[in-house]
């Protein structure tokens, strides 16, 4: 079946620091793989996406490449900031699952300044 | 206008009350969804419709009740809630899924949800 592995947090950065969050998936065929953030009191954003393998998708200085021959889609940051604090969650979306979202854990991740 | 909407923003019931959530896009897209979400877990989907007509329901209890009176609109009508159905119910919309991707959806803020 399809499924979603993230690495689990709370993951505690100091301002400045790189942001690797790693995300695995299983899946049959070709999945879109997506990365969403919630920061704190609000609602799932989109923040990055890939639709076939060898595509990087990058927002907001993040960045994440959608690699077949490892079946991962981490995402990374240069040097990350206080306004970054929020939960990371990896999703991937499937023909042959009716196309409906299928997440991961979910990271925290908190910036101290 | 890339925006989902959905009111009220917090909403406190008795287990007896009936009440309705609302979420609302014009970004034109056919496919609306309700999810629930409990504290620091990802959301869980209760229900998609496409084109106006309800495709997925993941076996919601029937006191949940989603309706979808045009393309843009979407409400979730709550009757006799439990306590452990307090959450954040979160609207999203999508193209309508196909089979070259890229459906990626967007969400509203989300309504929290307490049950007393």
């Known amino acids: 079946g399809n499924s979603v592995t993230q690495m689990e947090g709370p993951v505690t950065l100091s301002e400045e620091a790189f942001l690797t969050i790693n995300c695995t998936y299983t899946a049959t065929g070709y999945p879109s793989l997506f990365w969403y953030v919630q920061y704190p009191g609000e609602g799932l954003q989109l923040l990055l996406k890939?639709?076939?393998a060898d595509d990087k998708g990058s927002n907001k200085g993040f960045e994440a490449t959608y690699r077949k021959e490892t079946t991962s889609f981490h995402l990374e940051k240069g040097s990350v900031q206080v306004s970054d604090s929020a939960v990371y969650f990896c999703?991937?979306?499937?023909?042959?699952?009716?196309?409906?979202?299928?997440w991961g854990l979910g990271t925290s991740l908190a910036v101290n300044p | 206008d890339t925006e989902v909407t959905q009111t009220p923003k917090h909403l406190v019931m008795g287990m007896t009350n009936k009440k309705s959530l609302k979420c609302e896009q014009h970004?034109?897209?056919?496919?609306m969804y309700w999810y629930k979400q409990k504290a620091k877990k990802p959301p869980e989907l209760m229900f998609v419709y496409s084109y106006e007509k309800l495709s997925i329901n993941e076996s919601v209890p029937s006191r949940f009740s989603p309706e979808c009176p045009n393309s843009s609109l979407l409400n979730l009508h709550l009757h006799a809630l439990q306590p452990e159905d307090s959450a954040l119910y979160l609207c999203a919309s999508s193209q309508v899924p196909r089979a070259g991707g890229g459906d990626e959806q967007f969400f509203g803020p989300g309504t929290r949800l307490t049950v007393l």
């Open positions: 890939a639709t076939k």
């Open positions: 970004m034109g897209h056919r496919a």
């Open positions: 999703a991937l979306s499937n023909a042959g699952n009716n196309r409906k979202l299928i």
